[in-house]
């Protein structure tokens, strides 16, 4: 895939940017189905940039134009809460240099990862499959009873050939 903004550069998240982050998941959920339901408060992005696994992809004046968030749950395993590209900068590659990231983490911390998406989310659905998210659920009414949801998992390279 062609790059059309090769300045940004990708890098886990520190507590410096939280209200950036913040920022940015309050714009690009806006043109999603239940939209106003999905963007996080900023304490919950300070306490995610310091103590989660949460990635940015930085322009090169700095500010924050993608970002992914994913926490380690009670059974050991990461849930992938968040993916979010800036609307001016999707399509271009983004994404996937967010996953290249996460993926190298959930590799060395050797953990299973899911996240849930909506089915009709072509373009992340694409991503999730092509970096592993290939075990699959079909939940219907996962929100409210007219929102279906997929959960997709990846195992972790361990236990991928184990299983
Ligand atoms: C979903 C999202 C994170 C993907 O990031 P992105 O940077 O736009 O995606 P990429 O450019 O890395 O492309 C990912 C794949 O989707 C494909 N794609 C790009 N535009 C597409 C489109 N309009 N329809 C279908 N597939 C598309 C790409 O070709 C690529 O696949 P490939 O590498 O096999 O060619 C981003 O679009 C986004 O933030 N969307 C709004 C928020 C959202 O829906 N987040 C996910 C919630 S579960």
């Known amino acids: 895939m062609t790059s059309l903004c090769l300045d940004v550069f990708f890098e886990k998240a520190t507590p410096h940017d939280f209200l950036s982050v913040a920022a940015l998941d309050r714009v690009v959920w ?3 189905a239940g939209g106003k339901y999905i963007p996080d408060g900023e304490h919950t992005w300070r306490i995610w940039c310091e103590h989660a696994l949460t990635v940015v992809g930085k322009d090169s ?8 968030l994913a926490f380690p749950c009670a ?15 999707q399509g271009q590659g983004m994404g996937a240099k967010l996953f290249d990231v996460l993926i190298s983490e959930l590799d060395r911390l050797g953990v299973d990862c899911f996240l849930t998406v ?9 991503l999730y499959r092509r970096y592993g998210f290939t075990k699959e659920n079909f939940v ?3 929100y409210r009873p007219e929102e279906d949801r997929l959960i997709l998992i990846r195992q972790s390279v361990e236990m991928t050939t184990t299983r």
Do not use: D, E, I
């Open 30 to 32: 806006q043109a999603s």
């Open 61 to 68: 004046q700095g500010k924050v134009v993608a970002a992914l």
């Open 75 to 89: 059974n050991q395993s990461y849930c992938l809460h968040k993916v979010m590209v800036a609307p001016s900068h």
């Open 118 to 126: 909506s089915p009709s989310n072509t373009r992340a659905l694409k």
């Open 140 to 142: 219907q009414g996962f």
